[in-house]
């Protein structure tokens, strides 16, 4: 089975600042993606950034990285410079690379708000 | 990526009633999954509906009372029947493709029953 755990319910930032967000996840697959997705009041889902698990190699999107650690199964969500838009629910989300019904696997989420 | 017409926003319902909730994509897509938010949880995945055979139901969620249709590849509903209180949720339909591309998400549905 597949696991996501999100262990921090809320966080805040200052607005200018950084703020790491952390995610664990559990599986005996080795192909598969992972993603952090916001999601505003608005309640539309987001996709901030991507991972895929062969690579090495840290993602990142503009002000977003993230810190992937596959051995340690650990995929921390790095915001720089946070902007009171960013304040908004942060999901870490896992998909088993197989073909057919992928779906994905959506951690607690994260509360996070951005202060003037 | 695909863009996704989720309607209704919201809806406010009766006990008994039932809601049926469209999705409409603006290309064609395979797979179409249908997702619960209840209030201030995670997401769930409900079903996943291929175009031309049954939805696939997760463990806990049954066709009778969350039927699915999938007429052709850019369109699906789920109807959620026999209302009660704790239906109160947000429900998402996603689409994607497998890989590293993600699913993007319609802007979500949320029902409030009475």
């Known amino acids: 089975a597949q696991t996501v755990t999100q262990s921090q319910p809320e966080m805040s930032v200052q607005e200018a600042e950084t703020v790491t967000l952390s995610c664990t996840y559990d599986?005996?697959?080795?192909?598969?993606?992972l993603f952090w997705y916001k999601q505003p009041p608005s309640r539309q889902m987001i996709l901030v950034i991507r991972?895929?698990?062969?690579?090495?190699q840290n993602a990142t999107e503009n002000r977003f990285s993230v810190n992937f650690q596959k051995a340690a199964k650990s995929f921390s969500l790095k915001i720089s410079d946070s902007q009171l838009g960013d304040t908004a629910m942060y999901f870490c989300?896992?998909?088993?690379?197989?073909?057919?019904?992928?779906?994905?696997?959506f951690g607690t989420g994260t509360r996070l708000t951005v202060i003037p | 990526s695909a863009v996704i017409s989720q309607k209704p926003s919201r809806d406010i319902c009766q006990r008994g009633t039932s809601l049926t909730i469209q999705c409409q994509v603006d290309s064609q897509v395979t797979m179409m999954f249908w997702y619960r938010q209840q209030p201030g949880q995670s997401l769930t995945l409900i079903a996943t509906a291929n175009q031309g055979s049954e939805a696939t139901y997760e463990s806990g969620f049954v066709i009778d009372k969350f039927p699915i249709s999938r007429p052709n590849l850019t369109f699906s509903t789920l109807t959620v029947s026999n209302l009660s209180p704790e239906d109160s949720s947000i429900y998402l339909c996603?689409?994607?493709?497998?890989?590293?591309?993600?699913?993007?998400f319609g802007s979500g549905t949320r029902l409030t029953v009475v």
């Open positions: 996603s689409v994607g493709v497998t890989g590293l591309y993600g699913y993007t």
């Open positions: 599986t005996s697959e080795s192909n598969y993606y």
């Open positions: 989300a896992f998909m088993i690379d197989q073909t057919g019904a992928n779906n994905l696997f």
């Open positions: 991972q895929e698990a062969y690579k090495q």
